[in-house]
């Protein structure tokens, strides 16, 4: 029974962390959202997204200093979680053009999309090797095996990572996930989960010999959602206590230590992403009711909402370094 539980936590994580309203009275920056900033010329690069604008799913990509955009998949199917290959020519993506939900790839313009991965198991949540040769994602069938998997970009090999949705070591809660980035070309970094998806942490598994390692592990607490800064010092992710309703943007050292609040409003708050600076950090507030993607700088300042409409903005990916 317990096995096909997960699928459904997981399932509305990936939508939303949590919903919005909670009894703790306000704090300051539940002030500070609703008086952002607009897109600013400091911010470099674009960040991808994914909106459903009445016509299903796409993905969107949105300059960072003016907040222009431009629609990159037009398809009447759900196209979602976009990741930039390294190099930012290329991004990967889930589509369900196919008929299930699939990862695809297309070239930053929106060419040239082609299927990457078939298969009737549900896929998504891509993200590139610092050198671009292997895609690190989630994929489940109806039986749960095998959620985190690895597969070389020019194809045609992928293989399990984790084959499980329980611990492995059993005294940690990193089984299954959802891969956040790659600390190095042969260590994933992604959101754990054990059992029932009551418990979320953060973890690292090794391409080859698939050892497991927690990050950060919370009592009481999910953590998920991580990304971590293109100086590989610092992972931004989403936090909610069990107790809370909504989650928070923290910000903790890639080793786990000090895990801080850097933005943390009444509302959700989810899908960290930092700029190729390592100066910003985008995120979603689902604030306005229908999710924004905003981005603020490091050190807790300098709100900014970068798009502003009235549909879902979800799953923001800022473009790598290497194409600021
Ligand atoms: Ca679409
Ligand atoms: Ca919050
Ligand atoms: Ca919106």
Known sequence: MTKYLLPLAFGAL????????????????????SSPGPPSSDM??????????????????LNASDG???????????????????????LAFQSSRGGSKNIYLMSATGADQVPFLPGAEI?????????????AYYSFL??????LWVADVAGPDFYPLLRSIHPSPPETHCGGGFPGGWIDNDTVLFRGAWGEGEALELCTVNTDETAITPILSERDVMSFYP????????????????????????LVSA?????????????????????PDGEWIAFVSASDGDAEIYAIRKN???????????????EPAWSPPTSQ
Do not use: M
């Not at 109806?142 to 959620?147: K, L, N, R, S, T």
């Open 68 to 90: 222009s955009e431009t629609r990159l998949t037009i398809d009447p199917t759900e196209d979602r979680e976009p990741a930039w290959s390294p190099d930012g020519a290329r």
């Open 255 to 275: 080793e786990g230590r000090n895990p801080l609040p850097l933005f943390a409003t009444e509302d959700s708050e989810s899908y960290p992403t930092w700029s």
């Open 123 to 135: 896929q998504g949540g891509p993200r590139w090797s610092p050198d671009g040769s292997q895609l």
């Open 300 to 314: 807790g300042t300098d709100l900014r909402k970068l798009t502003n409409n009235d549909y879902p903005d979800l």
């Open 14 to 33: 990936l939508l939303f962390g949590a919903s919005s309203c909670d009894s703790e009275g306000a704090d300051s920056q539940s002030d500070v959202i």
């Open 44 to 61: 470099p690069g674009s960040i991808a997204f994914a909106s459903d604008r009445g016509n299903g799913w796409d993905i969107y990509v």
């Open 142 to 147: 109806a039986d749960d095996v095998g959620y």
């Open 227 to 250: 990304s971590l800064s293109p100086d590989g010092t610092t992972i931004a992710y989403s936090r909610q206590p069990q107790d809370q309703t909504h989650d928070d943007i923290y």
